[in-house]
């Protein structure tokens, strides 16, 4: 390598420190007694140099948070309207519940406003059920037999709602759909 | 840069992510938006607001993947991937449209921009002449001559991030060099208006 010029990819690699020990050592002897390669290798250093004064991005300090807010804002969007009346309608199950669990004494108007609310919760949980989320059917019948074993304890009885649960959920489902598909067809 | 008081690793920073935890994301998105910032930009998001824009949009899309990402690899490299391949989308999409970007926006952007060495403006013609010829350059060769020369990442480093052999990360950043240099050189530069 004393003898003939350097190429231009071993005064790269010389430049950048990628040469074995032995070249690396015949290099630098070289570049001391050729001119030219020194030349050369002073451009070499000299591109290197420029490109790394080059003003590419810095850091943006308000980054983090900007992505925190677009993934926060995004989370927001993905939790669907659905979603929101799933939550109020086992907040009302879980209130009917309540009341049948509690040694409140009910009676006439009293019941009867329990049992339409819990009937009513029933409905609109058979709704979500357009989601087709099989979670639902089960959340209606767990809370159905909840509320009856609370109130009787009769493992009869407890069938007996947790079939006439489903069955109301069916028939509520099947009702709401008829009438969706009535509606769009008259559209 | 500071070196994180946190110790905690990047792929275990991840998998508590991938859990939901925003804080340990957070952590994440610190350590690792300049080097996202630097690799959309040499992927052709010339300007700093450009660069951002990809950087933000780069982690979001990255979190809400989180589930895909296998912490036995290096989050760095798979951050990284999902950057380059976010910016030639962009940027694909971007040459269909005639470009309003350029180093002219980019001088303003970064002459207005935040303290630091980097965030100096283009001092001169030379400087401006360099990153004109480094934005023609083609794609795989510019990027690894960013983020050797601009990231000053190591030879290793660049290789596990693009997933390439040594020797290649090698060759391209020579071969990148070279057309730069070529077309740096006023007498080789044919059929130049000025
Ligand atoms: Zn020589």
């Known amino acids: ?187 | 840069m500071i070196e994180p008081v946190n110790p905690e690793t990047d792929e275990r920073l991840a998998a508590r992510s991938a859990r939901g935890d925003l804080r340990a994301y957070e952590e994440l998105v610190a350590r690792h938006q300049r080097l996202i910032l630097r690799i959309v930009w040499a992927r052709g998001a010339w300007s700093q607001e450009d660069a951002e824009d990809l950087t933000q949009e780069t982690f979001v899309r990255a979190w809400e993947h989180l589930d895909t990402y296998d912490p036995s690899r290096p989050f760095k490299a798979w951050i990284a991937r999902i950057a380059g391949n976010l910016a030639i989308d962009r940027h694909r999409a971007d040459s269909r449209r005639p470009r309003t970007t350029d180093i002219e926006d980019m001088e303003a952007t970064l002459a207005t921009s935040g303290p630091g060495p980097a965030a100096a403006t283009i001092q001169n013609e030379q400087q401006r002449e360099l990153l004109s010829r480094l934005r023609e350059l083609p794609d795989h060769y510019r990027q690894v001559i960013v983020l050797r020369f601009l990231e000053e990442l190591s030879y290793e480093e660049i290789s596990e991030l693009l997933d390439l052999p040594m020797g290649s990360v090698k060759t391209r950043i020579f071969r990148g060099r070279e057309m730069l240099r070529q077309r740096l050189r006023p007498d080789i530069v044919e059929g130049e208006a000025r």
Request: aromatic content about 6%; glycine content about 6%; some cysteine.
């Open chain 1, 1 to 187: 390598m004393t003898k003939t010029h350097a190429t231009a990819e071993d005064l790269f690699l010389y430049a950048e420190g990628l040469l074995e020990d032995e070249p690396h050592r015949l290099m630098a002897a070289h570049l001391i007694t050729c001119a030219d390669c020194a030349e050369r290798y002073r451009e070499e250093a000299e591109l290197t140099v420029s490109l790394r004064s080059l003003p590419a991005p810095t850091s943006a300090p308000a980054l983090v948070a900007d992505v925190t807010r677009a993934i926060r804002r995004q989370g927001a969007l993905r939790a669907s309207p659905w979603w929101w009346l799933v939550g109020a309608g086992l907040l009302v199950l879980s209130g009917a519940q309540w009341l049948v669990g509690s040694d409140l004494t009910l009676s006439g108007a009293g019941a009867a406003f329990v049992h339409a609310g819990r009937d009513l919760t029933i409905t609109v949980l058979s709704v979500m059920d357009a989601l087709a989320d099989p979670q639902t059917w089960f959340r209606v019948a767990e809370a159905a037999s909840v509320a009856v074993d609370t109130a009787s304890g009769s493992p009869t009885l407890l069938l007996g709602w947790f079939l006439a649960a489903a069955m109301v959920a069916v028939a509520a489902n099947a009702l709401l759909w008829s009438m969706a598909r009535r509606v769009m067809a008259s559209k």
